[in-house]
T-cell receptor, first 109, second 113 residues
């Protein structure tokens, strides 16, 4: 069965420090991977998806099929990056999203 | 433009009662999805529609849960004989078509007492 694992429930870093939010998945086919973000009192919104290969708000994520990972990175964290981050996967056979449990990112001033 | 809306925002009901949760997708979006999110967890897929038909209902936990989208726009998630374990935030999302970006609503927080 497909699975998404985000090993860190909470990640706290200082402003200006690099950030890496980990995401590992299990799926034997060709997945599509996503990062969603939920800021305080706001709805879930798409941050980036691996097929678009864009950098959004300074975040990037590379799909590593060998390690089955899709870690989210940002070189210099900003206070406004504080939020819940969810990694999600869809398979090549349907369009439902399979989600990790989320990582709460806190950027300390 | 208007995003996905969900009503009610909060619903408190007693165990055993019937509830309906409504989702208004973005106009023109043909695909609609339902997820539920329990405290401390990520969303869990329930069902998605392409147009009026349920394309995949494999995530519905049991036959107490049912969803409809009769005219291909608004959708209603129906839960019969609610149980305390049904307490969660129910999220709706829509997309222009399947495989496009999903836009989420604010969710309905259901509490079963």
């Amino acid at each position: 069965a497909q699975r998404v694992t985000q090993p860190e429930k909470l990640l706290s870093v200082f402003k200006g420090a690099p950030v890496e939010l980990k995401c590992n998945y299990s799926y034997s086919g060709s997945p599509e991977l996503f990062w969603y973000v939920q800021y305080s009192r706001q709805r879930l919104q798409l941050l980036l998806r691996h097929i678009s290969r864009e950098s959004i708000k300074g975040f990037t994520a590379d799909l590593n099929k060998g390690e089955t990972s899709f870690h989210l990175k940002k070189p210099f964290a900003q206070e406004e990056d504080s939020a819940m981050y969810y990694c999600a996967l869809s398979t090549d056979s349907n369009y439902q999203l399979i989600w990790g449990a989320g990582t709460k990112l806190i950027i300390k001033p | 433009g208007a995003g996905v809306s969900q009503t009610p925002s909060n619903k408190v009901t007693e165990k055993g009662k019937y509830v309906e949760l409504r989702c208004d997708p973005i106009s023109g979006h043909t695909a609609l999805y339902w997820y539920r999110q329990s405290l401390g967890q990520g969303p869990e897929f329930l069902i998605y529609f392409q147009g009026t038909g349920a394309a995949d209902d494999s995530g519905l936990p049991n036959d107490r849960f049912f969803a409809v989208r009769p005219e291909g726009s608004v959708s209603t998630l129906k839960i019969q004989r609610t149980e305390r374990g049904d307490s969660a935030v129910y999220l709706c999302a829509s997309s222009l078509s399947l495989a496009d970006e999903q836009y989420f609503g604010p969710g309905t927080r259901l509490t079963v007492t």
